[in-house]
């Protein structure tokens, strides 16, 4: 198996073995990762790249805002503050601004730090071992 297929298979395998709360640590990764991919395409003006990795890391906002559970209070927290992150990627794809997506990498940084945190105590109530998120 060539080197390509294998991380692929391993990619596919971290998916699909991934706990809720893992998937969506992955959601939050992924949408870093497009955002950092997009502030380079801009330096680069390379247009159509940031485009797609914008859109990219706007489609997972977009995932983690329909997966929100309206039964929990937090909703009400986390959903205009997707808003607001979607906002930011759009403006910046508009205006091509770099302020706008440090702002929403920093948000999302936020995010994804807070649930890794969630994580690691679900894990040590559940386990009482102090494992990795």
């Known amino acids: 198996m060539a080197y390509g297929q294998a991380y ?8 699909s073995t991934a706990s809720p709360g893992e998937l969506t640590l992955q959601l939050y990764n992924g949408c870093i ?3 950092k991919l997009a502030k380079t395409a801009i330096e680069k003006e390379d247009i159509q790249s940031k485009n797609e990795q914008l ?13 929100l559970n309206p039964d929990y209070e937090i909703t009400n927290q986390l959903l205009p503050l997707y808003d607001y992150i979607n906002y930011c990627l759009r403006e910046a794809n508009i205006q091509n601004d770099v302020a706008k997506l440090d702002e929403a990498q ?5 995010l994804r ?3 890794k945190e969630a994580i690691k105590l679900d894990r040590q109530n559940k386990y009482g071992t102090k494992a990795k998120a």
């Open 8 to 15: 692929q298979a391993y990619q596919q395998n971290s998916v």
């Open 33 to 35: 990762k497009f955002i």
């Open 113 to 115: 730090d807070t649930w």
């Open 55 to 67: 859109q990219k890391a706007q489609k997972i906002i977009a995932e983690l805002m329909v997966t």
């Open 106 to 110: 920093k948000m999302v940084e936020q």
